[in-house]
């Protein structure tokens, strides 16, 4: 069968009518680009941003027809609310009455939006985000030896690449194929060393580039969170992206964190990226549990040498200056580098090592934070 194509969807979606009921969605031109990798499709449907709810089943139709498909294994579709996309938003009837420069500010209180509820993930007692402020500095590593030293010290756990563009767990876990489907809908997992896993690396061929805008990639993180069959979980690890964007305010906004671990390198220039994570999850009022600090030094092979070759101490003194909890040292060695190439986590691989225990240590320190850190509702983020 020949592969789907561009042409063949948007021929497909225009039997979709848009919320004029008149014409279609792709003569209105809410469609965006479609990209297609391996028989699934994505794009986004452009909305008013006032209408964004009401139109869901627009969303859904669309997704529908385009699964109904030959050749299509599935599809991610996702809402982009625009303002600019419709008419503004009625003003407040007071504020109509009143002639401009003479409004009554003392009679007239705007509406505040809603507070944002944060919904869970069936069946996991505690999410924790892994994050660093820039990328290089060995995140997703220590996310993985974090795991599965939550793993090692008695708790269920899985783990969520939070990575859209740039999705590493399958090749850190050593994890090949395609998840399987529970009615079409529902992911299960893939799995190894005990832990079960979740990443968009399982989805798309690795060389693929994910060129999405934001509310796609909002929309796919949710999916892979709240659509995965994770089963009964004590914790689940998200290995966020590097940076403080699009993903980092989605899982702040929409999902109910325990919180955050920090991973920084002890030189000033990743620490001050650390302090940029650091106040972004304050912002936004998710609990930071404390910091790790990668690469705190070298241990030569041949002699056992330590040399403190990126600085030493820089993060744990940070973690002291502005009263953060210190989780602990993790030192560069080749064993991290190789066992991390080869897929198979130093945790995993050499579970009695030093290195090995130093994660269990950040993980039992990590553990006792969440514990001991009340739960706090969510943020209000505006956007006008």
Request: aromatic share 4%.
């Given at each position: ?8 969807v ?8 848009g ?26 449907i ?33 809402l ?46 505690a ?103 994770w ?15 699009d ?11 325990a919180?955050a ?25 998710v609990?930071v ?5 990668n690469?705190?030094?070298?241990i ?17 003194r ?41 994660y ?23 956007f006008?």
């Open positions: 069968m020949a592969d789907i194509t561009k042409e063949q948007l021929e497909t979606l225009k039997t979709v009518r919320p004029d009921l008149e014409h279609n969605i792709v003569e209105l031109g809410m469609v965006s680009d479609v990209f297609i990798s391996d028989g699934k499709v994505y794009f986004s452009t909305v008013p941003a006032e209408r964004a709810k009401e139109l869901e089943p627009l969303r859904l139709a669309a997704e529908r027809v385009i699964k109904e498909m030959p050749g299509v294994k599935g599809a991610l579709v996702a982009t609310a625009d303002k600019k996309a419709g008419a503004a938003a009625p003003r407040p009837a007071a504020a109509q009455s009143a002639p401009r420069g003479h409004e009554h500010p003392h009679t007239h209180t705007p509406q505040q939006p809603p507070r944002a509820a944060k919904i869970g993930v069936p069946g996991v007692k999410i924790i985000a892994v994050a660093s402020g820039k990328g290089g500095v060995g995140k997703s590593t220590t996310a993985v030896n974090l795991a599965l030293g939550l793993l090692a010290n008695g708790l269920r756990v899985g783990i969520l690449d939070a990575d859209i563009y740039g999705p590493s767990m399958p090749r850190l876990l050593k994890i090949s194929g395609r998840p399987t489907q529970i009615d079409g809908r529902i992911i299960n997992p893939m799995e190894n060393y005990g832990l079960k896993v979740m990443s968009m690396g399982f989805l798309v061929e690795e060389e693929t580039a994910m060129i999405w805008r934001g509310p796609m990639v909002q929309s796919a993180l949710l999916q892979m969170l709240r659509e995965v069959a089963g009964e979980l004590d914790v689940l690890v998200v290995d966020m992206p590097p940076g403080t964007g993903v980092q305010l989605t899982m702040a906004q929409q999902v109910p964190l919180g671990v920090i991973v920084s390198t002890p030189q000033d220039l990743a620490l001050i990226d650390a302090r940029k994570g650091l106040n972004m999850f304050r912002k936004v009022e609990p549990l404390g910091i790790v600090e690469m705190s030094y070298f030569a092979p041949d002699t056992g040498a330590r040399y403190d070759i990126f600085g030493h101490g820089g993060a744990r940070e973690a002291e200056r502005i009263g953060m909890p210190f989780l602990g040292e993790v030192p560069l060695t080749m064993g991290i580098r190789e066992t991390s190439d080869a897929g198979t986590p130093l945790v995993a691989a050499e579970p009695n090592g030093v290195v090995a225990n130093i269990r240590e950040i993980a039992a320190n990590v553990w006792k934070q969440v514990a001991d850190t009340p739960q706090r509702a969510a943020p209000s983020i505006v006008e």
